[in-house]
Structures are given as structure tokens and as C-alpha cells.
């Protein structure tokens, strides 16, 4: 199995960890362990990126149900029970057999964090996932949220589409301590996660956002998929109100001479759900590998 493409080695020999990627690469595997399994059956909630096979445009979409609703079928699958909202933007995705798709289960109340990368099976009541990649991201800049719950009659409300951030919506970008990220390359795609104090994620304009790329595992997996294809789609989560912000566009990296990586994220579309997603949280504990936003 070949970890990394001509993107992802790109960005590695720019930062000088090609030795560190590899080493990392090697926990990557195509088959889900027991363990792995188990916590996907704790989550209550699934990121899931891919490219619309219609439009093209990337996007990352949640999918939230009871524990158990994303459950290993044998060592190389996953099956996925229900699905998006017709009016989300992955929803013709997730009735293409075969589409390549990539997924994240992010734990907040353990700070862990899983992916799992294939192809999409639908499936009468949901769909299921052939693995290709598996593997686990450390907890850094992961914040810790205790406790959830599920909020009884929380059901979406319809959704808003713009091709432009209202003044809400850039006030929603710049409160936010979490971030997914989706994109693809020529024969997969990838769902990530990117963390912070309010703050490390900008609102430049209505039609830009930006971040800073922290120091992580030195894989580089989201940067060289955009270097290879600049699609990208980002998706923004209210933790206690459920209320979702998915955009679509394409994202480059800027490298500063001080070996530091800004992301520039350039606005397609963006759509607004109110009360998407049936949980709540409780207040984030910020992480301690977070850096100053300011700084």
C-alpha cells in the first residue's frame, strides 16, 4: 500500500520530514483492529469528505446518531446507518456506489481521533465503507468536551445557501476551536481535523478564511492533497446548538521564510443549517498544545 502521493512528498522534502513521514506512515493500515472498531461503536458522530459527483465541489458533512450507528462489518468494512439530510451537500454522494470517500471520528470527551479512508457501498438504510486506510492522529490541538447529549425534537432547519460569509457567519468562523477539513486526490479522499483557541481560524473577508498549519504528525496527507488538487471543503460546527456551516471552494499554502504554513481557503459556496446535528456538548477545555492565535 503506497501512504503518500507526489503532493504529500513534496510538502514533506519543503519541511524537511520525509525520514519522520516515513516512519509515521508505517501505521497505516487497510484493516480496522478490534480496538479500532470498538471506538468507532462509542461515537455519536462521523465527519465524512467527498467530492460531489455531480458539481465536483469537495465538501465535508456530518453524520451524528445513537452510539452504534457506525459499526465494523468484518475487518475491512464499515457500515453507516441512515445518512445525510436530502438537502445536504453530500447527499448524491452518498448514494454513488463506489465514490472515494474519507471519514474522521473525532472523540472529544477522550481527545482521540481516528480515520478511515475508501470507497462507498449504499446500502438500504445507509451505506457502508470498504477500508483502503486506517489509522489514529495523536490529541493534539483537540479540545475536550466532558459530556453530550442528545436534544430531543432538534430536528434541521432549511438550509442556507450563499456565495458570500454574512457578517454571522464570520463571527461564527472566528469563535471557532475546531475545524474539518475534506479533500481528494487523484484516486482517494481524505476528512481531517484542525484545532485552536478562538481565533486560529480567520475570517479575512466574506469569500476568504485562513489558518495557520501547526506542527502535527509530519504526514502532510491534507497539505499534499491540496497541493495535487486545490478542492477543498470546510465544515464548521456549533457544539451546543447543532448548527452547521459547510463551505466549498479551493485552499492553497503559503510557506513563510520562517518555516511556518498558512492555509488561504477562497469561497465557492456555503451552506447553513440550523440544528443539523441532535447533540449538544458541554464547554470546551482547551488544549494545551494549542499556540497563542495571535502570535
Not at 64 to 85: D, E, L
Not at 97 to 121: E, K, Q, Y
Given at each position: 500500500?503506497?501512504?503518500y ?26 484493516a480496522l483492529?478490534?480496538v ?6 462509542l ?25 452504534g450507528?457506525?459499526?465494523a ?11 445525510s ?8 454522494a452518498l448514494?454513488?456506489?463506489?465514490i ?8 472529544p ?11 462507498l ?11 483502503e ?6 490529541p ?9 447529549e ?5 430536528v ?7 456565495t458570500a460569509l ?9 469563535s ?8 481528494v486526490h487523484?484516486?482517494g479522499a481524505?476528512?481531517s ?9 480567520r475570517a479575512d473577508?466574506?469569500?476568504e478564511?485562513?489558518?495557520?498549519d ?11 492533497n491540496?497541493a ?13 446548538t447543532?448548527?452547521?456551516l ?16 498558512r492555509?488561504?481557503f477562497t469561497?465557492?459556496e456555503?451552506v ?17 498544545a ?6
Amino acid at each position: 500500500m503506497t501512504v503518500y502521493h507526489a503532493g504529500s512528498r513534496a510538502v514533506q522534502d519543503r519541511a524537511g520530514v520525509r525520514e519522520l513521514a516515513d516512519h509515521v506512515g508505517r501505521s497505516v493500515g487497510a484493516a480496522l483492529k478490534p480496538v479500532a472498531a470498538a471506538f468507532l461503536e462509542l461515537q455519536p458522530l462521523l465527519v465524512l469528505g467527498a467530492a460531489d459527483p455531480g458539481t465536483g465541489q469537495v465538501w465535508a458533512a456530518p453524520l451524528a446518531g445513537t452510539p452504534g450507528f457506525v459499526r465494523a462489518r468484518g475487518p475491512r468494512r464499515i457500515a453507516v446507518a441512515g445518512g445525510s439530510s436530502p438537502t445536504d451537500p453530500l447527499a448524491t454522494a452518498l448514494a454513488t456506489p463506489d465514490i472515494p470517500v474519507g471519514t474522521i471520528a473525532l472523540d472529544p470527551r477522550t481527545r482521540r481521533r481516528m480515520r478511515l479512508n475508501g470507497r462507498l457501498r449504499p446500502m438500504e438504510h445507509g451505506f457502508a465503507i470498504d477500508a483502503e486506510r486506517v489509522f489514529a492522529n495523536c490529541p493534539k490541538y483537540l479540545q475536550k468536551r466532558e459530556t453530550y447529549e442528545f436534544v430531543d425534537g432538534r430536528v434541521p432547519g432549511g438550509a442556507r445557501r450563499s456565495t458570500a460569509l454574512t457578517p454571522a457567519q464570520r463571527a461564527f468562523v472566528r469563535s471557532a476551536d475546531t475545524l474539518f477539513v475534506a479533500t481528494v486526490h487523484a484516486t482517494g479522499a481524505d476528512a481531517s481535523h484542525r484545532g485552536g483557541n478562538p481565533g486560529f481560524l480567520r475570517a479575512d473577508s466574506p469569500r476568504e478564511l485562513s489558518w495557520r498549519d501547526y506542527p502535527g504528525n509530519a504526514m502532510f496527507l491534507t497539505l499534499g492533497n491540496l497541493a495535487a488538487d486545490p478542492r477543498a471543503g470546510l465544515l464548521l460546527l456549533d457544539w451546543q446548538t447543532g448548527t452547521t456551516l459547510q463551505l466549498t471552494g479551493e485552499a492553497r499554502t503559503e510557506f513563510t521564510a520562517d518555516g511556518e504554513r498558512r492555509v488561504r481557503f477562497t469561497l465557492t459556496e456555503a451552506v447553513e443549517t440550523p440544528s443539523a446535528v441532535p447533540l449538544r456538548w458541554s464547554p470546551p477545555q482547551y488544549s494545551p498544545a494549542n499556540p497563542d492565535p495571535a502570535g
